[in-house]
Structures are given as structure tokens and as C-alpha cells.
T-cell receptor, first 114, second 115 residues
Framework: DAGVTQSPTHLIKTRGQQVTLRCSPI?????VSWYQQVLGQGPQFIFQ???????GRGNFPDRFSARQFPNYSSELNVNALLLGDSALYLC?????????????FGSGTRLTVV | GEDVEQSLFLSVREGDSSVINCTYT??????LYWYKQEPGAGLQLLTY?????DMKQDQRLTVLLNKKDKHLSLRIADTQTGDSAIYFC???????????????FGKGTKLSVIP
């Protein structure tokens, strides 16, 4: 079975632009979460979706939004990009509503804002 | 709020044991995880432990939990050069309520294995 897949793997954007990142969870997993990992730091929680509904949101501005589709894939959108948005964006899936048995992470999308 | 702390660096010789430490905040029911991240890669779940357990062993990995001190450790026996990576401690609350879906990570411990 394929693991969690994310696209694109790398992306360079200019300040003020908008970006969309995509994630396909493991087949059968209904929960998708997004994390931001700035260089040298641990991942920070952005969103969790379960059964197409937002179940949790981290401390991120409204420029960050996400959605989950009927096939459980997900998109993360970031508007009005800032230099500080440069990071590795990780998607994780789980077959449980909570993360009690651990999420499976994708390899991430490396976003560079110039 | 939740906070997870780890030492930032650890260097060991190949064949020795590595012990990576983590402290977590006060939660009545918590799952605790160890993730491994190799350069340029995502996170790989190594193991997890529920806060009512004291120890968990899985091949070369041993997790010890001291609930009184809220201290978690990961011991890697016979450390190999392929174990060089960043190791993250993370926690969630148990159940399915708010907080159970959010992983809170430490800043990671960079393990360097000297041949």
C-alpha cells in the first residue's frame, strides 16, 4: 500500500503569493492533519480534519486554511505568503479520530518564500 | 499548556547504547511517542507508550516512563550509523476529545553516531 503522499515536494513562491499543498492519506484513513516544521524546530500543529470536518486548529493566522475532500485527501492553502512561512509542511494520516496510536507522516512539501 | 522538552544533541560511538531524554507536561492521560526524522525526510513513528505503562521494548528500542517526574527516555541498543537522525518526543491526550488529535513535539534531539 502507498503511504501518505504529498505534492509538490518542493516549491518556491514570492512574498504575497498564494500556495496550495496537497496530501493523500493512507487508503482507509479518514483523519488528516497538517504540521509546519521550521528549520531547527519540532513540527507545529496547524489543522486536523476527520470525516471532512475540521476537528482542530493550531495557533496559526487566518491566512492558513484547509479542506478535506470526499476521498479523504486534503489541501492546505496559505494566502499572502510571508518569508516566515518558509518551512517543511507535513501531512499525517490516521485511521482514528484521535491520534492515540500515532499518525503516519508523509515526506513533506518544502516551501521557500523569497 | 502542553510543553515537551528535549536535549538538543547527543553523540555516541557505534555499538554503544544511546539514551535520549524528554520531559512532558502534566496530563491525566497521555500517549507519548518517539519519532525519527532523517535529513530531508518526513517523520517515522518508532514507538509509543501510554502513560499508565512503565516500559515498552521493541527490538533494539526500550522506552522508559517515569510518571512521577514526567520523564520519558528512549534507549537504542547497539547504536548504528544508520541511527543518526533527529529524534522527536511528542505527546497527545488520550480519548477522542479536543487535544487527542494534536501532537505536541519537542524540538528534537540530534543523534550523531561516530563510526
Amino acid at each position: 500500500d502507498a503511504g501518505v503522499t504529498q505534492s509538490p515536494t518542493h516549491l518556491i513562491k514570492t512574498r504575497g503569493q498564494q500556495v496550495t499543498l496537497r496530501c493523500s492519506p493512507i487508503s482507509g484513513h479518514k483523519s488528516v492533519s497538517w504540521y509546519q516544521q521550521v528549520l531547527g524546530q519540532g513540527p507545529q500543529f496547524i489543522f486536523q480534519y476527520y470525516e471532512k470536518e475540521e476537528r482542530g486548529r493550531g495557533n496559526f493566522p487566518d491566512r492558513f486554511s484547509a479542506r478535506q475532500f470526499p476521498n479523504y485527501s486534503s489541501e492546505l492553502n496559505v494566502n499572502a505568503l510571508l518569508l516566515g512561512d518558509s518551512a517543511l509542511y507535513l501531512c499525517a494520516s490516521s485511521n482514528l479520530k484521535g491520534g492515540n496510536y500515532g499518525y503516519t507522516f508523509g515526506s513533506g512539501t518544502r516551501l521557500t518564500v523569497v | 499548556g502542553e510543553d515537551v522538552e528535549q536535549s538538543l544533541f547527543l553523540s555516541v560511538r557505534e555499538g554503544d547504547s544511546s539514551v535520549i531524554n524528554c520531559t512532558y507536561t502534566d496530563s491525566s492521560s497521555t500517549y507519548l511517542y518517539w519519532y525519527k526524522q532523517e535529513p530531508g525526510a518526513g517523520l517515522q513513528l518508532l514507538t509509543y507508550i501510554f502513560s499508565n505503562m512503565d516500559m515498552k521494548q521493541d527490538q533494539r528500542l526500550t522506552v522508559l516512563l517515569n510518571k512521577k517526574d514526567k520523564h520519558l527516555s528512549l534507549r537504542i541498543a547497539d547504536t548504528q550509523t544508520g541511527d543518526s537522525a533527529i529524534y522527536f518526543c511528542a505527546e497527545t491526550l488520550g480519548g477522542s476529545g479536543a487535544g487527542s488529535y494534536q501532537l505536541t513535539f519537542g524540538k528534537g534531539t540530534k543523534l550523531s553516531v561516530i563510526p
